[in-house]
DNA sequence: TTGAAAGCGCTACCAA
DNA sequence: TTGGTAGCGCTTTCAA
């Protein structure tokens, strides 16, 4: 620890005994006006509030916290993405838990390992007393036992665990892949191709599921060769996608997992002198807004990216309260977003 | 105030008390150990480090505060910018902010109003005394006049002011704008337009003032049908840069004052039958990633944004340290990029 | 170099 | 419905 700090600015702060004396009665019943706990005679409440206004006091959060033993910060682990794509879904995220946590005066406490191992992290943040509960969006990390075993409670953001312990929020992803490609089937395609996403990870494993469980259910069959191995994005989508339209009999239609892949798939569509959807038909997910920028405009996948952050603020915030037990697992659903990029097939 | 609150996992942790029994010294021996400060007999340090490790003491964050009446937290001003591009700036502001406040183990609160008016969120966190210090993404928002009169420091981050009591960090914008119309003369256009930001912000008017500079001082003239009024994002670009290609004599080149912007300005270029760089040059500003997945590749002004969060952390601890004192401007340099959407004109 | 002890501002129990 | 008061866990004098 350091002495890198800063004198407070020492006394300018009136504290509860200046109010119980403005008020004419004890800190304890001043303590229960500013709580709105306990009973307090009208008279009373009314001459500690104007006292409160009058001297501007606000009652010292260390203090109390110090005092009461209670909590009711969240601690967020941000996991700062690279590309834009990923900066949009967080701000997104966070849209949600912002509309939640702010009006309630709550705190949201940016975490983030600082060149330390892992478990020294967990073991540190856990440690802070004040930090009521953790959100996190840990991508295709696990969840770090030390944190599991903690008492501390927890919700994993845009992910699913089977792990009936972990409280865990994401979007219905398997769906949202096979009603996409059950779609491309209505309209005439028996030549679908994927580009799925990363395999580390839940959405990445649920995608591919919903593109094989359409097809399968449809009569069509899954064939290897029309599968392409991605990642989420850009660059190896569009080297894959340059592999699947070198195969003999072109896919008519490509599901790819992501709109940041389907970037990379449309410029390899397009130096290999094919339209879209003229010649092929694509469908992404996430429904990025780079999407309608672009000719055409995409058919895509919405995931409910801020109503899951809020979803996830709301259960955070009864799991502090102890409204909520814990084994949450939530998904949230997608929905299919027509645009221009899909054409019937005859 | 409300009683949503938890009760913390009492009892669970060892306190300062447990560690001076276990190394057998007084409580105020391990707090000198503990904050490293005052002097202390080697063995008795090993002790009390030894006894900590043991019992896997942590202190007690808000008993510190309150005795101490020190802080060492930074409050954040959240903008949650609603577009792609906003976000990816703010992550990448927040990328050099994290790599300075985590590793001193300095805390990161977010803020932001919650339905409330602005001066009443300003007063309600100014009270907050753990939070030591504010940085603030604005916009184009001014200085609160309430965080002004406060004795709080604070560190406004991407604008300048002339104000010379706010503190602020930003970059060298006209320069930046100056730099690359220059680049334009200097491949022989004579005819170049802009599309400028916003003008109720500082990037926004210097961006604008460099393009005027830059025409002047090579001694071009600055025409006012080559001037199209934007506010940083595509959709105006697009609309104004339809009506620059309607003009008599077209433009051969533009300067667009944000890559956003210059999205739009192609689709719009491109909708008229035109191609980049043949018919028109363009160039951006920012270096958004998205500047390398377009046709052409788009030359542009790249802003070190990063770096901007890095200084503006730094400053901001050495301003609650009191090792740097108020009045703060600083600019950094931005730097152009070139790439493939300028062409020379004969 | 050390320890004792007086707070920091608040909560919550208990007695009135 | 109230007030008195004992802590909460730590820092920081002050004296030894």
Redesign the pocket.
Known sequence: ?MRNKLKHR??K????????REA?????????V??N?????????VNVLEAVSKLN????????R?????VNSIGLIWPFYDDMFGSYFFTELMKGVRDVVFPEHRELILLYPANEPLDEFYRRILNKTYIGGLMLELGAQKVNPILKKSDIPYIVVNARYEDPEINCISVSNRRGAYEAVEYLIKLGHKKIATIHGSLNIQPGIERLEGYKAALKENGLPIKEELIADGNFYRKIAYEKMLKLLEVDELPTAVFIASDEMALGAVKAIREKGLEIPRDVSIIGFDDNPICTELFPQITTVRQPISEMGRLAAELMIKLMEGKEKGGIKKSLDTELVIRDSCRPIS
């Not at 702060?13 to 119980?20: R, T």
């Not at 006091?57 to 109390?64: G, M, Q």
Request: proline share 5%; charged share 20%; glycine share 4%.
């Open positions: 620890m020492k006394g702060f009136p504290s509860i005994d200046d109010v119980a004419h009665v004890s800190i304890a019943t001043v303590s229960r500013i709580n706990f306990g009973s307090v005679k009208d008279a009373n409440r006091y606000k009652p010292n959060i260390s203090a109390s110090l005092a009461s033993n209670k």
